[in-house]
Each structure stands twice: as C-alpha cells, then as structure tokens.
Nanobody, 120 residues
Framework: QVQLVESGGGLVQPGGSLRLSCAAS????????MGWYRQAPGKQRELVAI???????NIADSVKGRFAISRDNANNTVYLQMNSLKPEDTAVYYC??????????????WGQGTQVTVSS
C-alpha cells in the first residue's frame, strides 16, 4: 500500500552535514505527518523531528538549532537537514509517516532505516 524510501545516510566527520530524504509512495489518501526517529545501539527509538500537514514542526531538544525538517508536498517527500553533527548523533534514522489510504483512517508507516555515523 505505502512505502517510504529513504536516502542520504552515511559516514560524516564531526561538525559535518548530511541531508536525509524520505519519499512516500503507493496508495495515499492523505498524509498527516512525516518525520524522523533515530535509534542508537542500546537505546530506545526517539523522536528527532516531525512536520504536520499544516506545516507545524516539532524538533527534539537534543538536535534543536542543528537539525531542520522540511517537506515537499508535491513529491510526498520529507527532508532532514543535519548540521554540526556530533558523535552522539550516530544512530539508525527511520522515516515515519502517518498516512490514510483509500479513506480517512490513518496508519503509521516506517522506512527501512538508514545508518548515520559521525566519526573522525
């Protein structure tokens, strides 16, 4: 029904930047939110940033001022611009979207995850 395709992860030095993208495709009635979570080894998955359909954003305190989330509605794509990366940002980053298919009831969908490694 719906798939989320992520790209942009990789290895970067501390202080560097990466831009993640996630495109939703399939049978989509309406996208309510899109966002990013991350999970580091030994830690629980945590919210990084979300953006709603009206355009409101919520950024985690740990990345506020360094990360920015944006959306391209025409292409059902969400971006995560990551600047001033720190080693503690190392994690698997997962795209998440709340999407309704063929009707008004939404469901949560997850991307496959992309590894971000910040190391010198």
């Amino acid at each position: 029904q719906v798939q989320l395709v992520e790209s942009g992860g990789g290895l970067v030095q501390p202080g560097g930047s990466l831009r993640l993208s996630c495109a939703a495709s399939g049978t989509i009635f309406r996208i309510y939110t899109m966002g990013w979570y991350r999970q580091a080894p030994g830690k629980q998955r945590e919210l990084v940033a979300i953006i709603t359909n009206p355009g409101s954003t919520n950024i985690a305190d740990s990345v506020k001022g360094r990360f920015a989330i944006s959306r391209d509605n025409a292409n059902n794509t969400v971006y995560l611009q990551m600047n001033s990366l720190k080693p503690e940002d190392t994690a698997v980053y997962y795209c998440n979207a709340v999407i309704s298919t063929r009707g008004p009831t939404p469901s949560k969908y997850w991307g496959q995850g992309t590894q971000v490694t910040v190391s010198s």
